[in-house]
């Protein structure tokens, strides 16, 4: 692990890219996908999810991707890029166990995520059931890898390997092919398990600086936290809303057609 001391701080604001991507063009993708059908927020609970607590961690995030769903729907609606939008019924554990067929790992450093081998005959079935020219497929997962965590004074940052909780989403069509996939910004994970603990390095007087699990009840603390509406109503979990309102500005081709879907 690295730990670095900035004596003189230079904020550099950079044009970085987006952390979705499109296969086709994106007309093209608008052509093809005006009904797009919705499957449940999976987590894979077989990946590196190391928290000592581990059933909790996955209980909760389960819990909390059952309760945020309608929003995901709700916010891709919102966005007026499709002619329809489809949520797509069934447990999400079987959905998942149905739908994923192997597991890869992609990237290098603060940029590794991990991707999935869909089972095209699932998606095929899943399209044709629900009438959908494309199904999002969602993700979320634990990963191991090398980021950078700044102090709370943005003055110090240590470089190691954390456990962090990830969220990878692809559309697909009824034959197989992704035609739009998303994995994040460099270094930006959805919910980190562990930080470093530099209050501690600081009073023991020391440059080691330990690596810790957050605690369960403090991971919930982070998940419920909510953004307060303009009128002091809650509204939903601030980190579900952040992602989708992410994955829906990524995945905007543009406004579709209405003369096109009128004629049919």
């Known amino acids: 692990m690295q730990r670095w001391f900035l004596v003189t701080v230079l904020m550099l604001l950079t044009a970085g890219c987006g952390g979705g991507s499109f296969t086709v063009p994106k007309e093209q993708y608008r052509e093809q996908v005006q009904t797009l059908g919705v499957l449940p927020l999976m987590l894979d609970d077989a990946s590196e999810i190391t928290h000592p607590e581990r059933d909790a961690v996955v ?20 966005s007026k890029n499709y002619f329809d939008v489809r949520p797509i019924p069934g447990d999400a554990r079987d959905v998942f166990n149905r739908l994923v067929t192997g597991r890869n790992l992609k990237g290098t ?7 999935y081998v869909i089972n095209g005959a699932e998606i095929a079935s899943l399209a044709e059931k629900n009438v959908v020219d494309a199904l999002l497929v969602v993700i979320f997962n634990g990963i191991e890898r090398q980021e950078k965590r700044w102090d709370r004074t943005k003055l110090t940052y ?8 990830m969220v990878g989403a692809m559309v697909i069509t009824p034959d197989g092919r ?5 994995h994040g910004e460099p270094g930006e994970g959805f919910l980190p398990l562990q930080y470093p603990d530099f209050d501690e390095a600081h009073y023991n007087k020391t440059e080691e600086v330990k690596i810790r699990f957050i605690s369960i009840p403090g991971l919930e603390r982070t998940l419920a936290e909510r953004e307060t509406s303009l009128f002091g109503k809650a509204s939903w ?12 500005s990524e995945l905007s081709p543009g406004m579709i057609n209405p003369l096109r879907n009128q004629k049919q």
């Open 59 to 78: 209980e909760m995030l389960r819990r909390y991707n059952n309760s945020t769903n309608g929003l995901l729907i709700d916010t891709l609606k919102g």
């Open 109 to 115: 450093g603060d940029e590794l995520h991990r991707g």
């Open 158 to 165: 240590l470089k190691a390997r954390y456990n962090v909780i």
């Open 178 to 182: 992704v035609l739009w996939e998303y």
């Open 237 to 248: 979990p601030r980190l579900h809303k952040k992602l989708f309102e992410g994955l829906v």
